[in-house]
């Protein structure tokens, strides 16, 4: 007889978290951000950005920011 295990869900229920890591990014840095979205994601890496590394969202050109997405991993 195989027992149920009640607290698993099904993977499509399953929400993976998202993480970015700086040193994915080239930097040497071992900061690690994680969030449910990637918009949430994006919200925290910016904050990072301006308070540990000094660069300012609004003067990140489209092609970097497209690289920040790209090293957006699903955990």
Do not use: F, W, Y
């Not at 900061?31 to 910016?46: G, I």
């Not at 990072?48 to 300012?56: L, P, S």
């Amino acid at each position: 007889m195989v027992k149920s295990r009640p607290n698993l869900q099904s993977k499509k229920e399953m929400k993976m978290a998202k993480v970015l890591r700086c040193r994915d990014l080239g930097m040497k840095c071992t900061h690690e951000l994680r969030a449910e979205t990637e918009e949430e994601l994006l919200k925290l890496a910016a904050q990072h950005a301006e308070k540990d590394h000094g660069i300012h969202v609004s003067s990140i050109p489209p092609a970097i920011m497209a690289m920040v997405k790209a090293a957006i991993k699903d955990e």
